[in-house]
Structures are given as structure tokens and as C-alpha cells.
């Protein structure tokens, strides 16, 4: 179902594999049931899914803007850098 927050990209911690990024997919209105909240099924880089709570999709959406705001006040590379990071790979 569309929802807020579908097509959002995000920065998920995920516990063993570090950051990944991943796009939320598809929004799960809230259960019928007392404690069922509503849900936003995201979709990994690497195709993984798995569902969040609303908390989860927000904190996730602030580390992508952390991570991006961090890039661009990052002085640029030298071409030494470049070169070593490409080659380390």
C-alpha cells in the first residue's frame, strides 16, 4: 500500500554488515489488534527486506542525512587518496 515514507531512502545499521543503504518499499497499515503498530517493508541494497516501526524508518532516514551532511563538509581527495583507496579495493 502507498504510505508516507514510501520511496524514501535510508541508512540502516544492521547488526554484522555495518551500514546499508535501502529504499522503503511498501507501507502495512496497523493491525486490528492491541500492539500491532503499522509497518514499512524496506528493501536493501544487497535485496534483503524486513519491516520497521515508523521510529525505525525515521532514525534510519536521519542517518542518511547525517552521512550525506558529513560527505560534503569532507575536504575533497587528493589524487593520492584516489589512487590508494582504488587500489585497495
Same mark, same amino acid.
Given at each position: 500500500? =502507498?504510505?508516507?515514507? /514510501?520511496?524514501? *531512502? @535510508? @541508512?540502516?545499521?544492521? =547488526?554484522?554488515?555495518?551500514?546499508?543503504? +535501502? #529504499? #522503503?518499499? @511498501?507501507?502495512?497499515?496497523?493491525?486490528?489488534?492491541?500492539?500491532?503498530? +503499522?509497518?514499512?517493508?524496506?528493501?536493501?541494497?544487497?535485496?534483503?527486506?524486513?519491516?520497521? =516501526?515508523?521510529? =525505525? /524508518?525515521?532514525?534510519?532516514?536521519?542517518? @542518511?542525512?547525517?552521512?550525506?551532511? *558529513?560527505?560534503?563538509?569532507?575536504?575533497?581527495?587528493? *589524487?593520492?587518496? #584516489?589512487?590508494?583507496? #582504488?587500489?585497495? *579495493?
Amino acid at each position: 500500500a =502507498e504510505g508516507k515514507y /514510501v520511496g524514501e *531512502e @535510508l @541508512l540502516r545499521q544492521v =547488526e554484522g554488515h555495518g551500514e546499508m543503504h +535501502a #529504499v #522503503v518499499r @511498501l507501507y502495512l497499515p496497523p493491525g486490528e489488534g492491541e500492539g500491532e503498530p +503499522a509497518l514499512w517493508r524496506i528493501e536493501h541494497d544487497d535485496g534483503d527486506e524486513e519491516d520497521l =516501526e515508523e521510529h =525505525e /524508518v525515521r532514525a534510519a532516514m536521519r542517518r @542518511l542525512a547525517a552521512a550525506r551532511k *558529513e560527505e560534503e563538509a569532507a575536504p575533497p581527495m587528493s *589524487e593520492e587518496e #584516489v589512487t590508494a583507496a #582504488v587500489e585497495a *579495493e
